[in-house]
């Protein structure tokens, strides 16, 4: 079954969304509405369907809410809400029954979402010594480089290119990327 502009329109407004909100989870704040119960309804709601989206959001919020997302954190509970109410109502059939085999689908993907969080995280460590080394020097402008470069690998498993980074670093100076 192909999408139709319109529906590719609602997984752009959605992925968009989602990124807006994925935010909240190191870069900006922690306001919480990176959850489930805040991803589900809001996500629903741009797909035409708040309810299910907060259906699909409580019953996330409902299987995680007891372990504190610290340390070696197993699942990426938002992201399980948000693949699940796109499925679903991007399905031929959405509906209660379509969302839970929608939210049984999405629990191997938000493992391998917080699989590639905890990979992009040490990606991005490894700049703060090259910042550092900098910075010692008096290269002001390598702080600016490494946070657009940092800012090019998200935490939820989307990257921009890195020549494009690169480029951003190299812009200020003699900084290279190594």
């Known amino acids: 079954m192909a999408l139709s502009g319109e529906g590719m329109g609602q997984i752009l407004t ?18 919480m509405l990176s959850r489930p119960l805040v991803v589900g309804p809001l996500l629903g709601w741009c797909l035409g369907n708040a309810p299910l989206g907060l259906l699909a959001g409580a019953s996330v919020e409902m299987f995680w809410v007891h372990p504190i997302p610290v340390g070696h954190w197993p699942i990426d509970p938002a992201a399980v809400a948000a693949l699940s109410i ?16 929608c939210l049984l689908l999405a629990i191997p993907c938000g ?11 040490r990606q991005n460590s490894r700049f703060i010594p090259w910042v550092s080394e900098r910075l010692e020097r008096g290269n002001e402008g390598a702080l600016g480089g490494a946070v657009a470069l940092a800012g090019f690998t998200a935490p939820d498993g989307v990257t921009l290119p890195y020549p494009y980074a690169a480029a951003v670093l190299n812009t200020s100076g003699t900084n290279r990327v190594v």
């Open 14 to 31: 959605v992925a968009w969304v989602y990124g807006l909100l994925a935010l909240d989870h190191i870069a900006v704040g922690q306001f």
């Open 86 to 101: 796109t499925w679903c109502q991007l399905s031929s059939h959405p509906g209660r029954g379509t969302l839970t085999l």
């Open 111 to 121: 493992i391998v979402v917080r699989h590639l969080d905890i990979w992009f995280r």
